[in-house]
């Protein structure tokens, strides 16, 4: 039985966006772990974060991943999940990891435009230090993300050509 496909990456790397037209793509269910932990604890991720701190938000994270993996699906995690506790570890040893790789200037074109409100994290920040807070982090983050089974250029990377390498590698 095909194991599940992990999509990580940075926030906005195209994650939801890109999975929604692969699951497609590959005739899968979706499954959004952001999305899932909205919905199990009836609120938004920012509340949570708010009224419960990160750590509370991580340990939930963790345990949701954990929830699909006999699940064959495209799953989007959140950009950190994979960089907390034996997380990536976990999604190597129990599916299929798929890191969408963008450059930093990628990132912060994507980010600066998107609907500021849906990631609290970048409110308030200038240009300059939006730039500088994705450099950082992708700093932090990319020894996780670069032990995928799979790094694709996000952007130069078709969902039919990403299909056919997962198709390849996972199977």
Known sequence: MPK???LIGYMGS???TLGKKLATKLELPFIDTDEEI???IGM??????SQHGE???RALEREQLRKFAENTAVISTGGGAPCFFDNMEWIRANGYAVYLQMSPKALFDRLSQSKLHKRPILIGKSPEELRLFIEEKLIE???????AHLTVDQLNTSVEALADLINQHNR
């Open 4 to 6: 599940p496909i992990f």
């Open 14 to 16: 195209g994650k939801t």
């Open 38 to 40: 909205v919905k199990q």
């Open 44 to 49: 938004s991720i920012t509340e949570y974060f």
């Open 55 to 57: 750590d509370a938000f």
């Open 141 to 147: 983050r990319e020894p996780y993300y670069t032990q």
